[in-house]
Structure formats: C-alpha cells, structure tokens
C-alpha cells in the first residue's frame, strides 16, 4: 500500500529511522538542507517542515549559525518485565489519585473479579530528572486492598509490592502485553508530548502464589522518550511458536 503520508511526514520518518539505527548519533550535526533537499527530491519547505516537525519532538535541535543536531538525550532503556523504580536525584513520581473503582473490563478479566465487584485505583505519573515520562494505573481487589496503605491517599514506603508481601501474597510472576496508539488528550498533557508521537502501552497482570491475580497495571510512555529491552535465555531445539493473529491468543511472553 502507498504511504498516504505528507510529503514531510514521510521525510521526517526517514530521518527519526536514521537517527534510532545510529547513523546520525546522538549530537552530530545532519546534512545542511541544501543536502537533504537533494536526497529526498524534496522543496525545500517540505524539509524544513520536516525539520520543524522533528525539533517539535526533541529528536533534532538547532545552534542558530551552526545547523541542526540530533539530540544529546537519548531514549530511556527499560526492561520491559521491569518497573521504572524511583532513585534519588533521577526518578520521582507524583501520586495523582488514588480510589476505589469499577475498573474497565480488561482490568476485570485481568483480575479474575466478579460483576460489580470493585478495585482500588493507584494513578502516579513517573518523572525522570523533574520531566514527566511515564503515566501508570494500578488497580487492586478492593477486597485485598481495603483497609491497607494500597488504599490510602500516600506515597508507599517500599511499594506495593511489600504491601502485597505483607498480605501474604507476594509477587511472583508477570505477564506484560506491549502495544503502541496515539495519546489521549490527557496524555498528551500529562505527559507533555509533541504532536503526531504515539505511546507505548503495557497492560501487566502480577501473580502471586497458585497463579492468582493480584495486580493489574496500565503504563503509558512516550514513544520517543523510551525503548523496550528484552532479555531472553534461549533453550537449545526449535523455537516456541509466538505469534496469532486471533485476538484471545496467550500472551506471547507467558513462557
């Protein structure tokens, strides 16, 4: 199918691709525009929108008198079966709400619950170095949480994750479904995103002992700000088949 793009969406795409391979690293200079109007048989406002596009979304920066730069701050490296944890002097985050719920539906199933029945609602916004990156929903069983630290309007010592430990029910396994979309307007907002960037999305179910759900969390980051890291041990024979196109397949990572 022919990209339907603008002409400078699709030059700006071009070159995101280049600077996310490497071969314009982090703080070199790109090609003048003369040099990317050549390449791209584009006019010259067409590179310059494009140009524009990417400053918009910190990808490129520009020294008046000098030229344009890739940006010096890269994309955050997370373990994608890892949490973002707060450090001293690199991340914080903001408790936004916390409540208690009819989560929406994938959140129900997520958590085994029955109709009607509710869950405790954590909202935090991630920073790293005073600059909002991540936005998280985590939900509880209201009958697990009620009555502890889950359900209270405060920052956790230690987490969640000693709260359910106390409760004796520790966590033990994770399950994370990775997609990408385009922000919500109060994504956008939270987060500060420029235009046209999408997010990444992990909805991740945490177990304890027997298999039983105890957690349920939504993540969104922006989609220029991170990359996913996965860091697997293979086993010696054939690969494991991982991919359906039915949209009630296993979790491909639930291995």
Same mark, same amino acid.
């Not at 795409?13 to 990317?36: K, N, T, V």
């Not at 539906?105 to 109709?115: A, D, I, K, Q, R």
């Given at each position: 199918m022919a990209d339907g793009r603008a002409r400078h969406e699709q030059v700006a795409?071009?070159?995101?691709?280049?600077?996310?391979?490497?071969?314009?690293?982090?703080? !070199?200079?790109? #090609? /003048?525009?003369?040099?990317?109007v @050549?390449?791209? %048989?584009?006019?010259?406002?067409?590179?310059?929108?494009?140009?524009?596009?990417?400053?918009?979304?910190?990808?490129?920066?520009s020294e008046v008198g000098r030229g344009?730069?890739?940006?010096?701050?890269?994309p955050l490296m997370v373990a994608a079966s890892a949490y973002l944890a707060p450090a001293p002097g690199e991340f914080s985050y903001r408790l936004l709400d916390v409540s208690e719920v009819v989560p929406p539906?994938?959140?129900?199933?997520?958590?085994?619950?029955?109709?009607g029945e509710k869950a405790v609602l954590r909202q935090r916004l991630l920073l790293h170095g005073g600059?909002?990156?991540?936005?998280?929903? !985590?939900?509880? #069983? /209201?009958?697990?949480?009620?009555? @502890?630290?889950? %359900?209270?309007?405060?920052?956790?010592n230690g987490g969640a994750s000693r709260i359910l430990a106390e409760l004796g029910l520790p966590q033990r396994r994770m399950v994370d479904r990775v997609s990408t979309r385009m922000p919500t307007s109060d994504e956008v907002e939270m987060l500060d995103l420029p235009p046209y960037v999408p997010v990444l999305r992990q909805l991740r179910v945490i177990h304890t002992d027997g298999g039983r759900p105890v957690e349920v969390s939504v993540l969104?980051?922006?989609?220029?700000?991170?990359?996913?890291?996965?860091?697997?041990?293979?086993?010696?024979?054939?690969?494991?088949?991982t991919w359906s196109s039915r949209p009630d397949s296993p979790d491909v990572t639930d291995h």
């Open positions: 795409a071009d070159i995101r691709a280049r600077i996310m391979s490497g071969e314009f690293p982090p703080g !070199s200079q790109l #090609p /003048s525009i003369p040099s990317l @050549t390449r791209y %048989a584009a006019a010259t406002a067409t590179v310059q929108r494009a140009l524009a596009a990417l400053k918009a979304e910190g990808s490129i920066y344009v730069y890739v940006r010096r701050r890269q539906p994938e959140v129900v199933e997520g958590l085994s619950l029955g109709e600059e909002p990156v991540e936005l998280s929903w !985590s939900y509880y #069983p /209201s009958s697990v949480a009620a009555g @502890t630290e889950l %359900a209270e309007r405060k920052k956790i969104v980051k922006g989609g220029h700000l991170h990359e996913l890291r996965y860091d697997q041990q293979l086993s010696h024979g054939p690969m494991p088949t």
